[in-house]
């Protein structure tokens, strides 16, 4: 099955809410655990055990294990065995984009079935150019990943790039074009295309095409400010394709897993019953 028609069987069975996984050390810190290899660990078995086959998504966040050097990649790439094949989709947020060759050994890296940080899907950034992001996509294509490129991001130095108008006479914005051009690649796709877009929460307002006939990762719901209320005004027709993703809102009930469970649960119940 491509990646969308499992989202699509994801999102039915559980809700749509993405759990992020971000062990920041002051996370780690308030969990009782060290800020080391060890505590990341500990830190990334209790979230395996408490959100595998609960939750439709899971979004490990990859600089957090990065920090941590090759060992603690090695407790990403056993975050993302355990977390895949439960029925729960792993969603590594790693933001890459580059050119030729480089994007294609980012995207074999990823989204090569084969590979040791094999994901269901990863995040890009189109800002090298919308093109420059074909290797993610074609990989994803053979392995029946996902790709989800950031369109409108909730950072408030999001906008001098995202806002801007392109070079052509169409008017349209950075934003606008990244949006179209996943639109095109989804088209036809059913239940839904494998190629998202990542929409923040807290963004205000969008006056763009929202779309795209794919899932919508949307990030800052939850702790970050985005509520349930910004989610139904923003997105409107397309709510059914969108992907809230929150991670301090749930994570700050552990180390308990049965706390974390009855967390993540809440989120999707406020969601579904939106």
């Given at each position: ?154 950072n408030p130095e999001g906008p001098e790039v995202q806002h801007a108008r392109l070079a052509d006479s169409s008017g349209t914005t950075v934003a606008g074009g990244v949006l179209a051009q996943l ?92």
């Amino acid at each position: 099955m491509s990646f969308g028609s499992r989202a699509h069987v994801a999102m039915q069975a559980y809700g749509p809410a993405c759990i992020g996984i971000d062990p920041h050390a002051a996370l780690l810190e308030q969990w009782g655990l060290e800020d080391s290899v060890e505590g990341l660990d500990r830190f990334a078995s209790i979230c395996v055990e408490a959100f595998a086959g609960q939750v439709a998504f899971v979004k490990p966040q990859s600089a957090f294990f990065e920090r941590f050097g090759a060992r603690g990649v090695v407790v990403l790439e056993r975050t993302i065995e355990d977390l895949r094949h439960t029925g729960s989709l792993v969603v590594l947020d790693v933001k890459r984009g580059d050119i030729g060759s480089t994007a294609q050994a980012y995207a074999e890296a990823y989204l090569d079935d084969d590979a040791p940080m094999a994901a269901d899907a990863i995040t890009v950034s189109p800002f090298l150019g919308f093109g420059s992001l074909a290797p993610f996509f074609e990989v994803a294509e053979k392995n029946d990943a996902g790709v989800f490129v950031l369109a409108l991001t909730s950072n408030p130095e999001g906008p001098e790039v995202q806002h801007a108008r392109l070079a052509d006479s169409s008017g349209t914005t950075v934003a606008g074009g990244v949006l179209a051009q996943l639109a095109d690649l989804n088209a036809g796709a059913a239940p839904m295309g494998s190629y998202g877009a990542v929409v923040g929460a807290t963004i205000g307002s969008a006056d763009e095409d929202l779309s795209i006939n794919g899932p919508i990762l949307v990030p800052g719901f939850g702790a970050q400010g985005g509520t349930v209320e910004d989610i139904r005004r923003l997105f409107g027709d397309v709510i059914d394709y969108v992907i809230p993703s929150t991670s301090r809102g749930v994570l700050a009930a552990g180390p308990d897993v049965a706390a974390l469970r009855e967390a993540a649960a809440r989120v999707n119940a406020e969601l579904v019953g939106s």
